[in-house]
């Protein structure tokens, strides 16, 4: 069986949600974004994200520092987000 | 098994916790409990209290998913994790965990692993303020990775 590869290339809305001091950097907990058709993988979204703004860029600034997921399973930042819906950045995590 | 996780700001009460665990399994033969605590001092720096956040949904989904592989590495008949959020003081409890099972050597063992998992994958955040009001995110410590590791990477 044959098929054809659909590329996407039509962008799609994200949730993203940021907590601990990435939140307090950025100043916000949550925001909705149209990811434009170039941002493949959470690397690239860290890299767009950080040309955003000063706030942004002071979050992001040490990204082997910032952890993701993606619709709430962590991933490390090579993973493609595709049609993930909501994706969160923080820090490493310090419970227990 | 019986498996039951708890994101609460209330404290917990151990004693009621192991006997809710105990009441209908006579099977069970061993208990082990951790209960976390917030120190009154980081290093020689006093501290005021402490705030825990978390990721609402993914923090659940994540300590279930611990309970689960704890239960498929060791023969569990229940495990409680209860997980405290918001302002704690100095004193206060912040994680319980209770693995029972009909021996202690993996009561013990699915109690440690558990912890050791949480550690590193549960999504909490503790921001420390000092008696001087200064507020700091506790840094994520090397030797808890090495406490996951010894398990095994696969979990």
Redesign the interface.
């Known amino acids: 069986m044959t098929a054809m590869v659909h590329q996407e290339t039509v962008s799609h809305a994200v949730t993203i949600r940021y907590f601990a001091w990435v939140r307090e950097h950025i100043g916000h907990s949550e925001e909705h974004v149209v990811l434009p058709a170039a941002v493949g993988t959470i690397a690239d979204l860290i890299t767009w994200l950080s040309n955003r703004g000063s706030n942004y860029a002071e979050a992001f600034k040490h990204p082997p520092a910032i952890r993701a997921a993606l619709d709430r399973v962590h991933v490390k930042h090579d993973a493609v987000i595709g049609e993930a819906r909501e994706i969160g950045f923080f820090p490493p995590v310090t419970g227990g | 098994m019986t498996m039951t996780i708890s994101v609460q700001e209330n404290d917990f009460d151990v004693a009621a916790e192991v006997a809710a665990l105990t009441r209908d399994n006579n099977d069970i033969g061993a208990v082990a409990t951790f209960i976390?605590k917030v120190r009154g001092r980081d290093g020689e720096r006093p501290l005021a209290s402490m705030t825990?956040?978390?990721?609402p949904?993914?923090t659940e989904?994540?300590l279930h998913r611990l309970a689960d592989e704890a239960k498929r590495r060791f023969s569990l008949s229940a495990v409680r994790i209860i997980?405290r959020v918001g302002a704690l003081i100095p004193g206060d409890n912040?994680?319980l965990v209770v693995a029972c099972a009909r021996h202690r050597q993996d009561a013990f063992d699915g109690c440690s692993f558990t912890?050791d998992y949480?550690?590193?994958?549960?999504?909490?955040?503790?921001?420390e303020v000092g008696v001087d009001g200064s507020g700091d995110?506790?840094?994520?410590r090397h030797s808890d990775d090495d406490a996951a590791t010894r398990w095994g990477n696969d979990a």
């Open positions: 976390g825990l956040e978390h990721y949904g993914m989904t994540e997980h912040i994680v912890m949480l550690k590193t994958r549960a999504p909490f955040w503790k921001k995110w506790v840094d994520a």
